[in-house]
């Protein structure tokens, strides 16, 4: 059964965890992310990718506008909930704790719709959040032009949140971090609930790094790793 909890008050609960000093959910999976300490941004680049929210599954599940007209290329009313959820997980009340796997984003990329790919999923699921930050979301790059959106995102003020396709998630973040860059080879059809985080050490001029974070939104979030 599919957790009904409102956005807001998952963001609540959001909000009185982080009040708690205590990382993504009820605690920090080793799972999702084993091997980080706490890191300091002071002179860090931190890149965030994530998938879209839900979309339409063949079943059931149906992509609806924001009019409530039923859209293919829309996110589902699962999906418009989860974007509404990640406005407090990116932004939470009294700001991200130092240290902080997760941080509020200062730029925000969403892939472009086009005649090829004409979906709107990946600016819907960030469109709250840009509204609550009073950022623009660049949709300037579409599916296929990972190595343009990742010059954009290296050039942006930081740090820095990308909405994208999953197919094309492990192309964007070689992109970003060159090659070789160890991450997932693929993102799962049915996980929607994860972020990827890349950091790296610009003062030490190090190399970047790869983690992931489970959002833990809903009750039909999971704790394990892409």
Known sequence: TPDDRTPS??????GRTLERGREIGHHRPKSVCEGRGKVSLRHMSRIMIIRH???HNGGRERGVNLEG??????????GWLRAGALVRFFAPVGGTPPGFPISTPRSIFAAAATPDSPSLRSQHTVLPLAAVLGLHVDKGYAEGEEAEIAAAALAAPGPVLISWHHSHSPLLARAIAGEPFECPGGWPDDRFDVV?????DDAAGGAWTFSQFAQRLFAYDRDEPI
């Open 69 to 78: 007209i039923h859209t293919k290329h829309e996110l589902t009313v699962r």
């Open 9 to 14: 008050s998952a963001a609540c609960q959001r």
């Open 196 to 200: 990827w985080v890349l950091d790296r």
């Open 53 to 55: 929210a839900e979309k």
